[in-house]
């Protein structure tokens, strides 16, 4: 897959793997982490995670402006050193418990997202413009597609690893202090917070959405009970709430140093990609300077302008695609915890553990290329192996696990990356089976198709939504099937995205445009937070009816401007 790339596609690759890794293992527990150290409402939570994402998206604008003059490279190192230090500021408050008043927690809170969002701005849109200008040279050009798609794998291994990373930590700082990982003491914890000094008599209720009002004293005391502490319950919960605060922020911890890892990357392997880091200006001072042709693309003010349109009409579809996509972290997080059940059996548990779930994709694939009829007899023995050797380790693991096992909420924002690395060989794959026919869609299209496939994975969870009133607790499958969904429509559109961006924007503008994306994006992200406020007001399956609606008007609208992007797509073509 990576035969006539060039090598700097790897380095993007594992620089925004490392810097994935770090954000979404954050972001993985973000919602989380705020309602159980602050106890935030959802709505309230929402403001953060809107606005923080908001900022995420929305600052590589400036990060592209500056880039364009000052170039990329420089803008992308400084990115990473300023992410560090933000994640390295959200770590306080958990470590530091006691030494700042609540709402001077919050203060902190908020200026470590702020300096997360800024160092992200200078990284991420540059990083997608450095892998386009490496593509700009007439043996890579064809490739840039596919090349997107590869870029895109990176980004999601790290995201599928985070949320493992951040349950792992806050389990292992939990486990340390005695206790287990449980969804709802954060929750019962706050009440118990509010009621304080009183909880230990006083006789309080929580709306339990499987089995109706049920006493949270009670249910405090029978995780005390469980986890053997021998203090009163206000000392188990307060105990438990700053302990898991301490997990939390160990995970933040865990994201800080995953910056560091991609920096490292970077910085070690400029040479594979210092020919593309140059700018418009420098491209030809260059040429100047050697004495060569300069054979940057020029155009005129008119053409500009009409790719500059056609950019911002994709952006006005995609900003609607991430406000959809984005509940992943926000109201479908909240939906597992609440709504999902906590317990499975061992067999579904195999799905939800690294030790197991990892053997069994790889004994999937080694079962695939074993039955290829293009596959070689060196192949097909080689992939047997991998087959028997993945099922072995996945029955070790799954033999030793019980009747039931606990899940966490978090961890079923892993399934859409993996479903991403495992999907994306196949997209492309089919593709290129529709090049060879001449019937492959533009990128336009399939930006639009992709909307129409979004609509149907909330459709999915309309339907879990109804049948939510018949059962107490619902299955897994319905997350992880809207889960799979989702990931097909975002391997239409996003990677297509991406590279449609690199493709039409004007060279003077390639880091402007990469940030005109995100800052789509950004739009997009705001709007999850403020779209999850219906969440506490109207009923499940009218909040993901909305969701099914604005995705399918973006899809129409698309649609309803398919020949002036089209007309932009192949005078780019034209000229590469």
Not at 18 to 45: D, H, N, P, W
Not at 348 to 373: E, H, Q, S, V, W
Not at 521 to 538: C, M, P, Q, S
Not at 551 to 565: A, C, E, P
């Amino acid at each position: 897959m990576l035969k006539g790339h060039p090598k700097g596609l790897l380095v993007a690759f594992f620089a925004n793997m490392g810097e994935r890794f770090s954000y979404y293992t954050m972001l993985a527990i973000f919602v989380l982490y705020l309602q159980a150290r602050f106890g935030l409402s959802a709505g309230s939570a929402g403001d953060y995670y809107g606005g923080f994402l908001f900022g995420i998206y929305f600052l590589p604008i400036l990060g592209g402006i500056i880039a364009d003059r000052w170039g990329y490279g420089r803008t992308i190192t400084w990115g990473i050193l300023i992410a560090f230090i933000g994640k390295i500021i959200l770590t306080i408050p958990g470590y530091a418990q006691g030494m700042f008043a609540m709402q001077y927690e919050l203060v902190i809170i908020v200026i470590s997202l702020f300096v997360i969002s800024l160092g992200t701005g200078l990284f991420k849109g540059n990083l997608q413009a450095l892998v386009g200008k490496l593509y700009d040279y007439p043996e890579y050009a064809p490739k840039r597609d596919n090349a997107f798609n590869i870029f895109y794998m990176g980004i999601n291994i790290g995201a599928f690893l985070a949320p493992y990373a951040a349950t792992g930590a806050v389990k292992y700082i939990l486990g340390k202090k005695g206790f287990l990982y449980e969804n709802s003491m954060p929750h019962l914890a706050n009440l118990n917070e509010k009621a304080h000094p009183f909880l230990d008599q006083m006789i309080g209720t929580v709306q339990n959405h499987f089995a109706g009002a049920l006493h949270y004293t009670d249910k405090i005391a029978a995780f005390k009970s469980q986890m053997g502490f021998g203090g009163s319950l206000s000392e188990f919960a307060s105990t438990y709430t700053s302990t898991l605060s301490v997990g939390y922020s160990t995970a933040f911890a865990i994201a800080a140093v995953a910056m560091i890892i991609s920096l490292v990357v970077f910085v070690g392997f400029k040479k594979y990609y210092k020919h593309a880091d140059l700018t418009v200006k420098q491209a030809k001072e260059k040429a100047e300077r050697e004495g060569k042709e300069d054979t940057t693309v020029t155009m005129s003010k008119e053409e500009e302008k009409k790719r500059l349109v056609a950019l911002s009409l994709v952006f006005i579809t995609v900003a609607f695609f991430w406000m959809a996509f984005h509940q992943n972290g926000f109201t479908l997080t909240i939906f597992a915890r609440d709504y999902t059940v906590s317990e499975v059996s061992a067999f579904n548990y195999m799905f939800f553990d690294l030790r197991t779930f990892i053997p069994i994709l790889a004994a999937i694939g080694g079962l695939i290329f074993m039955f290829r009829k293009s596959s070689s007899l060196k192949t097909k023995i080689i992939s047997a192996a991998v087959f028997v050797g993945g099922a072995a380790i996945a029955y070790s693991f799954y033999s030793g696990f019980g009747e039931t096992k606990n899940i966490e909420p978090e961890i079923f924002q892993s399934f859409n990356p993996i479903f991403i690395v495992v999907l994306t060989p196949i997209i492309v794959g089919f593709f290129n089976w529709l090049r060879k026919r001449g019937k492959e869609p533009s990128s336009p299209r399939k930006i639009g198709t992709g909307m129409f496939i979004t609509a149907l994975g909330f459709v999915v969870m309309m339907m879990a939504a109804f049948h939510l009133q018949s059962v107490t607790g619902l299955s897994p499958y319905w997350l992880i099937g809207t889960y799979f969904v989702l990931t097909i429509a975002e391997l239409f559109l996003s990677p297509i995205g991406i590279s449609f961006v690199a493709k039409v924007a004007p060279p003077r503008f390639s880091g402007l445009a990469q940030g005109g994306w995100l800052g789509a994006t950004a739009i997009g992200n705001l709007l999850a937070g403020l779209v999850g406020k219906l969440w506490d007001i109207v009923a499940l399956w009218q909040f993901f009816a909305l969701l099914v609606a604005l995705t399918l008007i973006s899809g129409i609208f698309i649609f309803s401007v398919i020949r002036i992007l089209e007309n932009v797509t192949k005078s780019s073509d034209q000229q590469q």
